[in-house]
């Protein structure tokens, strides 16, 4: 059972945006370090953002830089990711997770993290 809940995911025209959420129990939330990671049909999970429990540190994946913002609503128990400038290779499924602990490899290591949520899908149109 996913630990963490995705919305936002949908259709968008290039050039489009659109903001994907993330809520979570304040347990997992609290202390967690978070991220978004995305992936296609016979690829590998590929990482797109991370932000630190604190809110402050973020990192982003080179393809997303300049593009996509993360962020965190510690009292909504909730991250998002705003998507600008979408392009169709950033058509994929989006999954949120969460890392409780620091582990090296974080943040673009998939196995660092503990929680994950089910994914929404973003599909963006040429």
């Known amino acids: 059972q996913a630990q963490l809940v995705e919305s936002g995911g949908g259709l968008v025209q290039a050039g489009g945006s659109l903001r994907l959420s993330c809520t979570t129990s304040e347990t997992i939330f609290s202390k967690s370090n978070l991220g978004w990671f995305r992936q296609t049909p016979g690829t590998e999970r590929e990482f797109v953002a991370a932000?630190?429990?604190?809110?402050?540190?973020?990192y982003y994946a080179d393809p997303v830089k300049g593009r996509f913002t993360i962020s965190r609503d510690n009292a909504e128990n909730t991250v998002y990711l705003q998507m600008d400038s979408l392009i169709p290779e950033d058509t994929a499924v989006y999954y949120c997770a969460a890392a409780p602990t620091v582990r090296k490899g974080w943040p673009e290591d998939s196995t660092t993290y503990f929680y994950w949520g089910q994914g929404t899908q973003v599909t963006v149109s040429s």
């Open positions: 932000i630190s429990w604190s809110g402050g540190p973020t």
